[in-house]
């Protein structure tokens, strides 16, 4: 059960980072990849299967936008399932990160 | 790996899925190569920094599996959506097999015993009274009646067991999806 625990855990920060990015501004996912692979070293080709998953559960939506250079991008933005899903899992990430702070400073 | 190289790897792995998924989950990746190349890399940068194409195709096929699974309830989708849970590497077959194995056996042999028990007790409803013989003719068509609703009661609370089972495999799975595993493993050795 711990590995699962962690295993959630790992992938809720991957989704927790996509909403926050998107929260500040819609972007289309060559935008999102290359942050987050700078930021979190995460691959960029997983992010399209992680779109294609938080389309379907409804908490991001996609438009076209034209671009200056080639095809129409695909932009993305929270829905407003995506906004409240954004805020109730920051707070649990906040809570979290601290009471985990807490016992590492506790045990120097 | 060239762009068309990647690009053709991941259409051939993704074949049996819907004609316009595919030619979504396409043009994604080429747009992701468009703005790369538009960015000053090259093809075989961004190729490396996608990773392997199969596992790409694995993710997206089990997505695709798991979603079926939650619109269509039915024994295809079911059989999908387990095998491309299976085919994501994130189960371990050989540890959970031991335990897999009986459930889905007793789930059949009690779905096996639900038919038998409805074709028995409809054979004794219509045909009873003139086989048996000694027993009052509406003792048969009870009986008949009985086994009957007998099948039909373990038939829908071991469906509902199936179901209930496959949705937890699809929880399990994904769970471990491998969305996880790049960001732990960032520097995949691609071919």
Excluded at chain 2, 4 to 33: C, E, K, M, W
Excluded at chain 2, 68 to 90: D, M
Aim: charged share 20%; hydrophobic share 50%; net charge neutral.
């Amino acid at each position: 059960m711990v590995e699962a625990v962690q295993v959630q855990l790992k992938k809720g920060v991957l989704e927790l980072c996509v909403l926050a990015l998107l929260s500040r501004g819609d972007a289309y996912a060559y935008d999102i990849a290359s942050r987050l692979a700078k930021g979190i070293g995460m691959g960029e080709g997983t992010i399209y299967p992680l779109m294609r998953r938080m389309q379907t559960d409804g908490l991001v939506e996609t438009y076209l936008v034209e671009s200056t250079s080639g095809p129409p991008r695909k932009y993305y933005k929270l829905t407003d399932r995506g906004c409240e899903s954004f805020s109730s899992q920051k707070s649990e990430w906040a809570d979290f990160s601290a009471a985990v702070n807490d016992i590492l400073g506790g045990a120097q | 790996m060239t762009r068309q190289a990647f690009l053709d790897r991941l259409r051939a792995g993704l074949r049996g899925l819907p004609t316009s998924a595919i030619n979504d989950i396409v043009a994604d990746y080429q747009a992701h190569f468009a703005e790369g190349v538009a960015a000053g890399r090259t093809e075989a940068e961004i190729a490396a920094a996608l990773g392997e194409p199969d596992r790409v195709i694995r993710e997206l096929r089990a997505e695709a599996g798991l979603k079926r699974w939650e619109e269509e309830r039915n024994p295809s989708a079911a059989a999908n959506a387990v095998l491309a849970v299976l085919g994501l590497g994130a189960i371990d077959v050989l540890v959970l097999l031991p335990i897999l194995l009986p459930i889905a056996g007793v789930l059949f042999g009690l779905l096996v015993a639900a038919a038998a028990c409805l074709g028995v007790g409809a054979v004794f409803f219509a045909a009873g009274p003139f086989f048996v013989h000694g027993a009052p003719v509406a003792a048969i068509i009870l009986a008949g009646l009985g086994l009957i609703s007998t099948g039909t009661c373990i038939g829908c609370l071991s469906s509902a067991a199936s179901i209930a089972f496959v949705n937890g495999l699809v929880w399990y799975g994904r769970l471990h999806i491998t969305i996880l595993k790049p960001a732990l493993q960032p520097k995949e050795i691609v071919a």
